[in-house]
């Protein structure tokens, strides 16, 4: 999966991954030595395998999408934040569970249930 938002050097400038792709390598052919090149540079950067099982940041998506929190050095809503742990994650992990709980107290919450719903809680 490309991850275009993710940030590279390239000729002393930062760029996104999505300028990477579509300014840099407009005129540069599939099996050339300069593709070559760049994929080399910058596959590690721009690219992630998708989690065989998604880390869940919150139970029930009961994500508060508009809080800030401090994230890999920049301030990030936690929906930002629950979408990057469900798309990079797999649950389960040492990475994914300490996150949960780093995020969990500022970014989640108990979704509001009128009567014995869903079916199988007692409260």
């Known amino acids: 999966m490309q991850d275009l938002e993710a940030k590279v050097l390239f000729d002393g400038r930062n760029i996104s991954c ?6 840099t390598t407009l005129d540069v052919a599939f099996d050339s030595d300069d ?4 994929k080399s540079a910058f596959t590690d950067s721009c690219c992630y395998d998708k989690p065989d ?3 869940i940041m919150c ?3 009961s994500v508060r999408r508009d809080v ?6 920049e301030t990030q809503t ?3 934040i629950g979408n990057y742990l469900g798309s990079r994650m797999n649950n389960g992990t040492k990475e994914c569970d300490s996150s949960k709980a780093e995020f969990m107290e500022f970014c989640c919450f108990d979704k509001c249930h009128i009567g014995h719903w ?3 809680r007692s409260d």
């Not at 593709?35 to 760049?38: K, P, Y």
């Not at 800030?68 to 050095?73: C, P, S």
């Open 18 to 23: 999505l300028q990477l792709h579509t300014v």
């Open 35 to 38: 593709c070559s090149n760049l």
């Open 53 to 55: 099982t998604p880390c």
């Open 59 to 61: 139970d029930e998506g």
């Open 68 to 73: 800030l929190v401090d994230f890999n050095g």
């Open 78 to 80: 936690c929906e930002i």
């Open 118 to 120: 869903p079916p199988w």
